[in-house]
């Protein structure tokens, strides 16, 4: 398994501003994985962090809206720009392990926009 | 891009009874099935995988099935108890994007009655 902290557990935050998640985990990993998992649904990846280079963005989501950085193996922020009441989800930073797919999960970033 | 269909979406049983929740795919060269367990306010731990060499695996309580031609698996939960009660996610790892990535199921709410 892999030991994944994720801060801040929660936040609410006023519309227009930004918030940082960070994602720190116990070891080095190649690719770091930014899910979104609106209230009751599944997760829907935003975009996969690599160490020195872009992230990958997946549809629908673009880096002015959520850029990420990834200055190391172990770290990554994703950041939620110029918020929305529809940015209010629960945002997740995910691994791999095991033979390369195995995901394991941060415990998430409850985030509440008002 | 690719798609996993999982049903049902909710599933109520008797403490007990068996639990069947079957995820249809549609990339022949996907290999890899995980199955994750979301607990209320919890993040998604892995419980199970399956990759496509092998046609079922077993462990303890739960066991996933893979029909490759069919492109289908499905995870089945044996004597089931309270504590099984969550919300249970298929995935298929795609190689089709441009690093591979899980793609997830809607997801299935179980419920356990005693």
């Known amino acids: 398994s892999a030991v994944i902290s994720q801060k801040p557990s929660r936040d609410i935050c006023q519309r227009g501003t930004s918030l940082t998640i960070q994602c720190q985990v116990d070891?080095?990993?190649?690719?770091m994985f930014w899910y979104r998992q609106q209230p009751g649904q599944s997760l829907t990846l935003i975009a996969t962090?690599?160490?020195?280079?872009?992230?990958?963005?997946e549809s629908g989501f673009v880096i002015d809206k959520f850029p990420i950085s990834r200055p190391n193996l172990t770290f990554s922020t994703l950041t939620v720009s110029n918020m929305s009441p529809e940015d209010s989800s629960i945002y997740l930073c995910s691994v791999l392990r095991g033979q390369g797919s195995e995901a394991f999960f941060g415990q998430g970033t409850r985030l509440t926009v008002v | 891009g690719e798609n996993v269909e999982q049903h049902p979406s909710t599933l109520s049983v008797q403490e007990g009874d068996s639990a069947v929740i079957k995820c249809t795919y549609s990339d022949s060269a996907s290999n890899y099935f995980p199955w994750y367990k979301q607990e209320l306010g919890k993040r998604p731990q892995l419980i199970i995988d399956?990759?496509?060499?092998?046609g079922e695996k077993k462990d303890q309580r739960i066991a996933v099935t893979l029909n490759k031609t069919a492109k289908h698996f499905s995870l089945h939960i044996t004597e089931t108890q309270p504590e099984d009660s969550a919300v249970y996610f298929c995935a298929e790892w795609w190689s089709g994007g441009s690093q591979g990535n899980l793609i997830f199921g809607k997801g299935t709410k179980l419920s356990v009655k005693p």
């Open positions: 962090a690599n160490q020195g280079s872009e992230a990958t963005y």
């Open positions: 399956i990759r496509s060499n092998v």
């Open positions: 070891s080095q990993v190649t690719m």
